[in-house]
């Protein structure tokens, strides 16, 4: 494949996939910014790997790098937050309930990586277990202890009903 046939058929497929995939990093990281940066760094290897990927599994790789590219961010980014001032006293209890980036946020990222390509890419099982390179039971186990997770803290999410 020549270069410009490469780069012709990269940029359509960047053009069609970019939002699905960042939307996925978004879900992982809880950051626009570094879904987009994720997102960016995943597709940067999908390019070098171009010539090398076979053109039926294009979308797994590529979903794949995404999601590892978030994976590791997640556990690079630093723990703490930086604050302008310590508070004297602890934040009130909110008022409402958790929206759904905060139910998100109690997750572990490998539960969020499950939720996001099962709930959000909806992808079976299995396509999960392969994209993540985990076990489909894995795949189940994460998905019901997230699920248990969110019912936890946001249970408006599920009318409701704990």
Known sequence: ?????????FTEFYAARV??????????TRDWHAAEDVTQR????????????ERGGLE???????VNESLTHVSRRARDVVVESVPDRPAPE???????????ATLPAQQRAVIALRFVDDRSVTETAEILGIAEGTVKSH?????????????????GHP
């Open 143 to 159: 998905t019901s202890k997230a699920i248990t997770t969110l019912r936890q803290h946001a249970p408006t999410l599920t009318g």
């Open 60 to 66: 797994a790789y590529t979903r794949r790098a995404v």
């Open 1 to 9: 494949m020549q270069r410009a046939e490469r780069d012709a058929a």
């Open 94 to 104: 909110p008022a409402a309930p958790l929206d759904l980036a905060a139910a998100l």
């Open 42 to 53: 995943a597709l940067v290897k999908v390019y070098g790997a171009w010539p090398r990927i």
């Open 19 to 28: 939002l699905a995939l960042r939307r996925l990093a978004y879900v992982i």
